[in-house]
C-alpha cells in the first residue's frame, strides 16, 4: 500500500480489526478522541509507523495491535487504558521507552516480546498482573514508586527478559551525595533516603559522620535498592 498518513474525523468511535494491516508505507495517523475502542491487528506489521497516541477512553490495547510496527519510536498510552493485549508491541523493534499507566490490570502474554531497543519502562501505579513472557527478549530497566508496597520482591521478576527493577519518587530531591565508590544516596522532600548503586558502603563510625546527617532529622524511611 501507498498509504503513508491518516486524519480521521472527530464522531468515529471505533477502528475496525485489521484496518490498516500490511500498510507498510503509513507513518502516522491522527485519532480523534471520540475513538472509544481499536480492534486487534489494526496497525499489524506497519513497518513505517512511527508515533501514535492512544486517546483517552480507550481502555484496551487490543492483542496485536502493533504487532511487527518496526519503526514505532513514540506512543502514549491513555489513562483509561487496563489491558495491555497479547502480542500488543511484539517486534516494536525501535520502541525505546515505555509509561505503563496507572489503571493497567493486566499485561498479557509477549505484549513487549522481542522490542530490541526497548531500555526502559515506567509504572505509575500498582503492579498488574503480568505474565511469564510479556517481556521475553527484553533488556532493560524498570521504575516503579517507591511507596507503593504492592512491588513486593516476587513481583520484580524478569518476565522472559533481562530486567533491572529500581524505585522512582514523584517528590522534589532536596539533597543527594555518595557514599561508597560506586554507591549514591538522595533524600526526598517527603523524608524518604534512598541509597543505591554496587559495592560497599562507606564505612561510618559515628552516625555524625553520615553524608546525610545534617537532614537526619527530615528522614521519615530509608529505602536500599537491590
Known amino acids: 500500500s501507498n ?3 491518516v486524519k480521521m474525523t472527530n464522531g468515529v468511535t471505533t477502528i475496525g480489526g485489521g484496518a490498516f494491516r500490511n500498510c507498510g508505507s503509513l507513518v502516522g495517523i491522527e485519532i480523534p478522541d471520540s475513538v472509544t475502542e481499536i480492534g486487534s491487528d489494526v496497525f499489524w506489521n506497519c513497518t ?3 508515533t501514535v497516541n492512544i486517546p483517552d477512553g480507550v481502555t484496551s490495547i487490543a492483542d496485536n495491535l502493533f504487532y511487527g510496527c518496526s519503526s514505532l519510536q513514540n506512543i502514549q498510552i491513555s489513562k ?3 489491558t495491555i493485549g497479547d502480542s500488543s508491541f511484539e517486534d516494536c523493534s525501535s520502541l525505546i ?8 490490570e493486566e499485561i498479557e502474554t509477549t505484549a513487549f516480546r522481542g522490542c530490541s531497543s526497548l531500555n526502559t519502562i515506567k509504572f505509575i501505579g500498582s ?3 503480568i505474565q511469564d513472557s510479556s517481556f521475553e527478549n527484553v533488556i532493560a530497566t524498570v ?3 517507591v511507596n507503593d508496597s504492592s512491588w513486593t520482591e516476587e513481583t520484580r521478576q ?8 529500581k524505585t522512582y519518587t514523584t517528590a522534589d530531591i532536596v539533597d543527594s551525595g555518595t557514599c561508597g565508590e560506586d554507591v549514591t544516596w538522595t533524600l526526598d522532600s517527603e523524608g ?3 541509597i543505591s548503586g554496587t559495592g560497599d558502603m562507606t564505612n561510618y563510625t559515628s552516625s555524625s559522620e553520615c553524608p546525610w546527617y545534617s537532614e537526619s532529622a527530615s528522614i521519615v524511611s530509608v529505602v536500599v535498592e537491590d
Not at 521507552?97 to 493497567?104: A, C, D, Q, R, Y
Not at 524478569?158 to 527493577?165: F, Q, R
Open 3 to 5: 498509504l503513508k498518513s
Open 48 to 50: 513505517s509507523l512511527e
Open 80 to 82: 483509561t487504558v487496563t
Open 97 to 104: 521507552s515505555i509509561e505503563i499507566p496507572e489503571n493497567v
Open 127 to 129: 503492579v498488574p498482573q
Open 143 to 145: 521504575y516503579y514508586p
Open 158 to 165: 524478569d518476565y522472559g527478559g533481562t530486567l533491572t527493577w
Open 192 to 194: 524518604l533516603l534512598i
